[in-house]
């Protein structure tokens, strides 16, 4: 029965980098019964890079980029020999359990994640994250305006004046009324990165009777992420 298992040996290209992007599946509905806090739940994102740390450290991937329900995986060593059926059951499943444990409240049902597989060259991950990013900063500006306009009107009213506007408008709308996004914490607008840093650590050599300094590898996770260029993604490879 064997030959029954659909796309069961298709595989990632070899020696491809791939991207693995994330998606919780109804997290708009998960987070009204979950009463999360508009327009950003701590909380929730403290759960999302807790989240991205466990895949880091399960699946050694060059970058992880996350924002609202969305994480991307930046991947050069493909596990399990690039088969696409089993890296996105394996990961999806991993990211909706660590996700769980992760997150101390009762859920109203079970949560899930769904995965989709981006095979990429080198010239393609600036662009990839730069068009997530961008996503990043509609959702900050579109997350704000909605909130403020359902602080004013009715949600079927707010969701109809804010139809058709442009991230400009909604920028101006909030500034006049005295919200300015320039104030708001850089994560918000511009996500979450997590990757390696080396750090300096300072020991003694036994053998030549002196202090020696070593560079030891950690998670970091950087909540103050700049505006993505290329020289960003160079220096992580």
């Known amino acids: 029965m064997k030959e029954y298992e659909v796309y069961s040996d298709l595989r990632v290209p070899v020696n491809s980098k791939i991207i693995i992007r994330l998606d919780g599946r109804s997290f708009h509905s998960f987070a009204q019964k979950m009463g999360l806090a508009k327009p950003y739940d701590e909380c929730f994102y403290n759960v999302m890079v807790e989240v991205c740390k466990d895949l880091f450290e399960e699946f050694s991937p060059i970058f992880i980029y996350t924002f609202s329900d969305e994480i991307s995986i930046?991947?050069?060593?493909?596990?399990?020999?690039?088969?696409?059926?089993?890296?996105?059951s394996v990961v999806a499943s991993f990211t909706s359990s660590s996700f769980a444990l992760n997150y101390d409240r009762e859920f109203p049902k079970p949560v899930a994640f769904d995965s989709r597989i981006i095979p990429v060259n080198d010239c393609d991950i600036y662009d990839y994250f730069k068009w997530r990013q961008d996503e990043a900063w509609r959702?900050?500006?579109?997350?704000?305006?909605?909130?403020?306009?359902?602080s004013k009107y009715s949600s079927s009213e707010a969701n109809e004046k804010?139809?058709?506007?442009?991230?400009?408008?909604?920028?101006?709308?909030?500034f006049q009324n005295g919200i300015n996004l320039n104030d708001v914490e850089t994560w918000k607008k511009r996500g979450i990165g997590i990757y390696r840093k080396n750090k300096e650590v300072?020991?003694?050599?036994k053998k030549e009777?002196?202090?020696?300094?070593?560079?030891?590898?950690y998670i970091h996770v950087d909540y103050n992420l700049s505006i993505f260029s290329k020289e960003f993604f160079n220096k992580l490879f």
């Open 209 to 217: 009777s002196k202090e020696q300094v070593s560079y030891r590898s």
């Open 139 to 150: 959702n900050c500006v579109n997350g704000y305006g909605i909130h403020f306009l359902k």
């Open 202 to 205: 300072v020991g003694f050599n």
């Open 74 to 88: 930046l991947l050069e060593n493909i596990p399990f020999n690039g088969r696409i059926e089993k890296i996105n």
């Open 162 to 174: 804010i139809n058709g506007l442009n991230l400009s408008d909604i920028h101006e709308l909030l």
